[in-house]
């Protein structure tokens, strides 16, 4: 056993404890789009067939997290899905993302709800944000400054209210993409304490900040989402064996937000991780209108 151990490790370097494994890259594509997918989105005229749809004229591998066995009987067999997982049960929007992460191959990863309607232009835009912008580890279409005592939006920028790239505080979880060297062991990871949904994406925002990374929106018009499609025609929301109203998730997993954040401000002494960009973007709004009435500024 112990010459067929050394035979296993020769020529493998030993493990250095940065706590950042090598990752395994085994496919041709650039991206992924990972969507996990609880039902037909009743509330809204897009769902996941006709987003099926719409990534037959993108490329990239599509990796699909089945919430509901029904509809995965219907469609796991889709010609446009590349790999795909089915749930016996609602295991929550975190869960479904880390798994359809942990699918993945690939440097770019797309989140996509399943009520969305996605053209190739805001993708490839989004895509180049992610690569060449100031240490992005997470770009979008839309997303906001956070007020975090109040866990509410100081400014929130919707779809046409920009037209240059803008470093957020978080962004919007419909649809944004990742790089996928950044999630794993002493890296990023979705916070599954918040299962089944809400507050995800001003956690990731704040585990970016934490590691010293940055969160991006940028320009595109190239999509269509309605707010609440997933889950507004729901009294009640049915995951891991229980269910809850969406109301009683919301106010569970707000005392779960802060208690998280404030403690490990504290513990890591840190407050400035919950403070939001906002100061800097109006310092820099202000700046940029002074230099248009005079260019000598600097």
């Known amino acids: 056993a112990a010459e067929l151990r050394e035979q296993s490790l020769t020529g493998v370097a030993p493990f250095n404890g940065s706590g950042r494994l090598p990752r395994i890259d085994g496919s041709s594509q650039s991206r992924s789009f990972v969507i996990p997918v609880l039902d037909y989105s009743p509330a809204s005229e897009f769902n996941i067939a006709t987003l099926l749809q719409d990534l037959e004229q993108i490329p990239g591998e599509v990796l699909v997290v089945f919430n509901n066995e029904t509809v995965s009987a219907d469609l796991r067999r889709h010609p446009r899905i590349t790999r795909s997982a089915t749930m016996t049960e609602n295991i929550g929007v975190a869960r479904a993302w880390n798994l359809g992460i942990s699918m993945a191959t690939t440097p770019a990863i797309f989140i996509l709800n399943a009520d969305l309607h996605l053209q190739a232009e805001a993708v490839d835009r989004i895509e180049q944000g992610l690569f060449c912008l100031d240490k992005a580890a997470c770009v979008g279409p ?106 009683a998730i919301l106010k569970r997993n707000r005392v779960l937000f802060l208690t998280k954040w404030r403690e490990l401000a504290r513990r890591e002494q840190r407050e400035e991780i919950l403070a939001s960009h906002i100061a800097d973007y109006a310092r820099q709004t202000l700046f940029t209108r002074l230099k248009a009435n005079d260019p000598t500024l600097d």
């Open 142 to 247: 839309q997303g906001s400054f956070l007020n975090f005592g109040l866990t509410r939006d100081y400014l929130y920028f919707d779809k046409g209210s920009f037209n240059q790239p803008v470093q957020v505080d978080a962004v919007s979880g419909f649809l944004f993409a990742i790089q996928r060297r950044h999630f794993g062991p002493a890296g990023l990871k979705f916070e599954e304490a918040y299962t089944p949904c809400y507050f995800e994406e001003w956690d990731l925002g704040l585990q970016i900040k934490r590691l010293g990374l940055k969160s991006w929106i940028v320009p595109t018009s190239a999509y269509t989402h309605h707010w609440s499609g997933s889950i507004a025609a729901r009294r009640e929301i049915d995951f891991l064996g229980q269910s809850e109203s969406p109301q």
